[in-house]
């Protein structure tokens, strides 16, 4: 008998895994689904599960993890971005280290030196409308003493949806990124 067997992700250094997707998240609460357990809290007017992620609808919704604890070195996320004529913000780290996307282009704030990825390539570029894994590696780790999904804290917030949220405190390989895409891309219908 040949038994097929699911294809994973890499669990080496993963500190916290929000699947805003799954059974354990609701409007009141996000799972982690990491060892670590840091659980976040939905705020906003209209933050809601909306499969295969949740919405933000770009004025007050967000959430809210608060000290996951850990020095990040590579971040990995779904986002659809309703428009990427402005900025958009869809993580922050501490209020000094976020990413951002501007203009189509994703970028960060606070991470010197690092790569972009998007649908598992190194490259910057997203479109409107469209599900992409976006994710950036640094090699010095930023401590998540504040972590937010959907806003950076005084700056902005983010206006879309937003899936897998995944935060390692390893800097990961280019052929990493490639099979996070490779593994969870059809949630998406990538």
Do not use: C
């Not at 604890?69 to 280290?97: C, E, H, Q, R």
């Not at 606070?110 to 649908?119: E, Q």
């Amino acid at each position: 008998m040949i038994k097929l067997v699911t294809p994973q992700i890499n669990t080496v250094g993963l500190v916290a895994h929000y699947k805003l997707w799954a059974g354990l998240t609701t409007t009141a609460s996000v799972f982690d689904y990491s060892l670590d357990g840091k659980p976040g809290t939905p705020t906003g007017t209209d933050i809601a599960p909306a499969y295969p992620g949740f919405t933000f609808n770009g004025s007050d919704d967000f959430i809210d993890v608060g000290n996951q604890g850990s020095a990040i070195k590579s971040i990995a996320m779904w986002v659809n971005a309703t428009s990427v004529g402005g900025f958009n913000y869809p993580i922050d780290l501490n209020g000094t280290d976020y990413s951002i996307i501007n203009a189509a282009e994703v970028g960060a704030n606070g991470f010197a030196a690092s790569t972009f990825y998007v649908d598992g390539l190194q490259a910057n570029t997203i479109t409107a409308g469209n599900w992409h894994l976006i994710g950036l590696t640094i090699g010095t780790g930023k401590t998540a003493s504040d972590l937010d999904i959907g806003r950076t804290e005084g700056v902005g917030l983010f206006t879309g949806k937003i899936g897998d949220v995944m935060l390692f405190d390893i800097e990961l390989a280019a052929t990493d990124m490639k099979s996070i895409f490779e593994v969870t891309r059809w949630r998406y219908g990538v």
